[in-house]
């Protein structure tokens, strides 16, 4: 095994993965794969189909949400171009681009098994995020498991509780259903049951399966990699819950059991498998954010919207 990726874990750290929200130390922040200029090589080579450019709203406004496009702009411009702006973009499987953080990922996992005793992973991915300063990520969960690493930056990570009424049964079967994640209702209140972290270059954030959580950037350029991963557990909670998804969509049945074993799992586990393959759940699924700006070179931080041709910076973004 190389060189380890963490930190020393006590017991208590090893008992606690994936039980309760925890934060962990790492040292990928000085790993040269996420140094500015492997980050910009990065970028110049991206498939466009594996990444998303978000502008958003600011911090305590209303929701603002859209995708734009690089327009072939040079990846360390990018760079500057976030720094100045309010927006991120978000590297998709990385993992499938460059087989160096395959490598990667597949030992941060490996290390991950050896410190907590638990059973394989699979299905890994890894995403990159540049985000600006003082930019957010909005309300939502994930159907599969977690980590977010802090690289340079830092953020502020709100995680909820994974139930009701923070997250309902029905709004995970949508999340399953659609794939989009940031629709999930949200109220003030719920910060107050929020665990709070705040991450520094070198932490590395995980929290129970399902978990709503939000991120709000503080003034600085924000740097993070997240991963994702399946064991036999979240595989089977996946299954029940696009399967319960389906038949209520279809057939109108609700609260279902999310349970996942015996004859009924069987059951479901064959209907969310006729699901995916069918052209019915990929239409339901089909991209709903229409391509809405370019980044403008002629303007530090400014966009060109697709439709007026009209340019302003991304700071005054409400």
């Keep these: 095994m190389s060189q380890s990726i963490f930190g020393t874990w006590s017991d208590q750290d090893a008992q606690l993965w994936g039980h309760v929200p925890r934060h962990y130390n790492h040292n990928l922040h000085q790993h040269p794969l996420f140094s500015a200029e492997s980050l910009g090589a990065l970028i110049d080579r991206f498939p466009r189909s594996h990444y998303s450019l978000i502008q958003m709203g600011a911090q305590g406004g209303r929701r603002f949400w859209r995708e734009g496009d690089l327009a072939g702009m040079k990846g360390q411009d990018v760079l500057k171009w976030i720094a100045a702006g309010r927006m991120w973009i978000n590297l998709r499987t990385v993992q499938t681009v460059d087989p160096r953080y395959k490598d990667l990922l597949e030992e941060i996992y490996d290390q991950i098994a050896s410190q907590t005793g638990t059973g394989s992973t699979f299905n890994l991915s890894m995403g990159i995020l540049v985000s600006s300063p003082m930019a957010q990520v909005y309300y939502h969960a994930d159907m599969l498991g977690q980590t977010l690493w802090q690289i340079a930056g830092r953020k502020r990570v709100y995680v909820y509780p994974n139930h009701a009424p923070f997250l309902t049964q029905e709004q995970l079967e949508d999340i399953a259903f659609y794939e989009v994640e940031v629709d999930t209702p949200y109220q003030p209140w719920y910060d107050q049951h929020a665990q709070v972290f705040e991450l520094a270059p070198g932490m ?30 979240i595989l089977r909670s996946y299954r029940v819950t696009l399967a319960n998804a389906v038949l209520r969509k279809t ?9 996942s074993r015996g004859l009924a799992y069987r059951v479901k586990s064959a209907v969310q498998g006729l699901a995916r393959r069918s052209s019915w759940l990929k239409t339901a699924r089909k991209e709903r954010r229409p391509i809405e700006f370019m980044l403008d070179p002629s303007v530090p931080g400014g966009v060109i919207d697709v439709a007026s041709q009209s340019s302003r910076p991304l700071s005054s973004a409400a």
């Design 251 to 259: 057939f109108g049945m609700r609260n279902l059991s999310p349970h």
């Design 204 to 233: 590395m954030a995980h929290w129970p399966l399902n978990a709503p959580h939000r991120v709000e950037n503080l003034d600085m350029l924000n740097i993070s990699v997240t991963t994702e991963h399946m064991d036999a557990e």
